[in-house]
């Protein structure tokens, strides 16, 4: 079974701080995403990767930084954390680019920027 | 863009089938239409998806129209376990998942 694991289940984090969400793969998965979700908005991509060192900018990547120099770890920086990115963060991976693959979803963190 | 239109919520009887109706009327020829499923305080699944022709997995059907303007995701015995926000999405022109509100489906006992 693919597993894909996120470093946190909640943070509590101030105004102002460096966050820092990890997630790690070990399925050997080429493609990588990291997602917010709100209510009422559903999933909102940020950024995804389909290499190391690659990335590319989802739907909302405005306050967010991301770094993949290996291929099982996907990471999401807020540079300086907001009130406004309070929300649940999720994770997936999968295997290739093609219009039929599966995403894989970690459990998510959900983050509370006070 | 394409994108997909749910109800926000159904109800449904436990071990009853349950029809899941999505519409995507400005599906283009290539897109694969997808499902995942999201419970509680957990990060979504993936379900079923198809191109063209019904598919059938051990968690669902997948019927899809012959014009592909709509698909229907079928839970063949619900179960309470089966009570989970499920979203039809189809793919975006990056290779992006397109994500709507989903449909919440509630089953009673």
């Known amino acids: 079974d693919v597993k894909v694991t996120q470093s946190s289940r909640y943070l509590v984090k101030r105004t102002g701080e460096k966050v820092f969400l990890e997630c790690v793969q070990d399925?050997?998965?080429?493609?990588m995403f990291w997602y917010r979700q709100d209510p009422g908005l559903g999933l909102r991509l940020i950024y995804f990767?389909?290499?190391?060192?690659?990335?590319e900018k989802g739907d909302i990547p405005e306050g967010y930084s991301v770094s993949r120099e290996k291929k099982e770890r996907f990471s999401l920086i807020l540079e300086s954390a907001s009130t406004n990115q309070t929300s649940m963060y999720l994770c997936?991976?999968?295997?290739?680019?093609?219009?039929?693959?599966?995403?894989?979803f970690g459990p998510g963190t959900r983050l509370l920027v006070l | 863009d394409a994108k997909t239109t749910q109800p926000n919520s159904m109800e449904s009887n436990e071990e009853e089938p349950v029809h899941l109706p999505c519409n995507h009327s400005?599906?283009?020829?290539?897109?694969?239409i997808h499902w995942y499923r999201q419970l509680p305080s957990q990060g979504p699944e993936y379900v079923i998806h198809?191109?063209?022709?019904?598919v059938n997995n051990r968690m669902a059907s997948l019927a899809i129209a012959e014009d592909r303007k709509s698909s229907t995701l079928i839970l063949h015995r619900a179960t309470l376990r089966d009570a989970a926000v499920y979203y039809c999405?189809?793919?975006?022109?990056?290779?992006?998942?397109?994500w709507g509100a989903g449909t919440k489906l509630i089953i009673k006992p």
């Open positions: 999405i189809l793919r975006g022109s990056n290779y992006q998942l397109i």
């Open positions: 198809g191109l063209t022709s019904n």
């Open positions: 997936a991976s999968s295997l290739s680019p093609g219009k039929g693959e599966t995403q894989y």
């Open positions: 399925m050997d998965h080429e493609n």
């Open positions: 990767s389909y290499d190391v060192k690659m990335k």
């Open positions: 400005t599906i283009s020829g290539t897109d694969y």
